[in-house]
Nanobody, 123 residues
Framework: HVQLVESGGGSVQPGGSLTLSCKVSSTTKLTFCMGWFRQAPAKERKAVAVIDMDGKINYADSVKERFTVSRDDEQAILYLQMNSLKSEDSDMYYC??????????????????WGLGTQVTVS
């Protein structure tokens, strides 16, 4: 059984920063490909940043140079440092995990486990 719990969302002014966290709880010690996705109401879920089991990181073009994804495998926590936030970054942000990503890192359908999401509002 795997559970993901996000935290750190909130409201911030344009140009501000937020750090999202995702705590992973698992009945067995596993290593995952993990990432952050975003979704607006009635829209498709889109990849923001993904870090694979080998440490390879991929970002959506819209967040490169502004967002940084990292993981602490000892504490089983995934982070997303969000800087220079823009109004268009406003969305529900979800943490996700799966056993392998590779070239399909941006496809939400390959992710087996999801958190409930945390809202980010930039205005």
């Amino acid at each position: 059984h795997v559970q993901l719990v996000e935290s750190g969302g909130g409201s911030v002014q344009p140009g501000g920063s937020l750090t999202l966290s995702c705590k992973v709880s698992s009945t067995t010690k596993l290593t995952f490909c993990m990432g952050w996705f975003r979704q607006a109401p009635a829209k498709e879920r889109k990849a923001v940043a993904v870090i694979d089991m080998d440490g390879k990181i991929n970002y959506a073009d819209s967040v490169k140079e502004r967002f940084t994804v990292s993981r602490d495998d000892e504490q089983a926590i995934l982070y997303l440092q969000m800087n220079s936030l823009k109004s268009e970054d406003s969305d529900m942000y979800y943490c996700a995990a799966t056993f392998a990503c590779g070239v399909s890192w941006s496809n939400p359908q390959i992710f087996s486990y999801w958190g409930l999401g945390t809202q980010v509002t930039v205005s």
